[in-house]
């Protein structure tokens, strides 16, 4: 059996610690392995860190999300009274236009603005 398969994929790095008699090679050695985990540990940190802030930026996403769907929904909304607004705009102006035709049009229209011009002048004086 290979010695990875029995130890599993990765080692544990020793620490050393427990040793008291050793030199300066087994120092510098046990220098590296500290610095070594105290980088590992600053970039687990650091992973921690950027897998929070990717949680928020998808808390964040899921709520853009829900907002623009309500929008979306309240301009639909607005469309469809818009289009009913329209559309009955539409047969007001066309019986305002046969009312005119039916009451001789303009003719009377200028008579009684013309009218109106004189009550006012005739009030002034």
Do not use: W
């Amino acid at each position: 059996m290979p010695r990875n398969a029995r130890e599993g994929k990765y080692r544990k790095i020793p620490t050393y610690e427990d040793d008291d008699d050793f030199d300066d090679d087994d120092d510098f050695v046990m220098n590296a392995v500290r610095s070594q985990q105290h980088l590992m540990t600053q970039q687990d940190d650091s992973l921690d860190a950027l897998g929070q802030s990717a949680a928020r930026l998808g808390q964040i996403s899921l709520n853009i999300n829900e907002e623009l769907t309500a929008q979306n929904k309240m301009i639909d909304e607005m469309g469809m009274e818009l289009d009913d607004a329209e559309l009955n705009l539409a047969v007001v102006t066309k019986k305002t236009q046969e009312l005119i035709k039916k009451s001789g049009g303009c003719k009377y229209f200028s008579i009684i603005v013309c009218l109106s011009i004189v009550v006012v002048i005739l009030f002034l004086l």
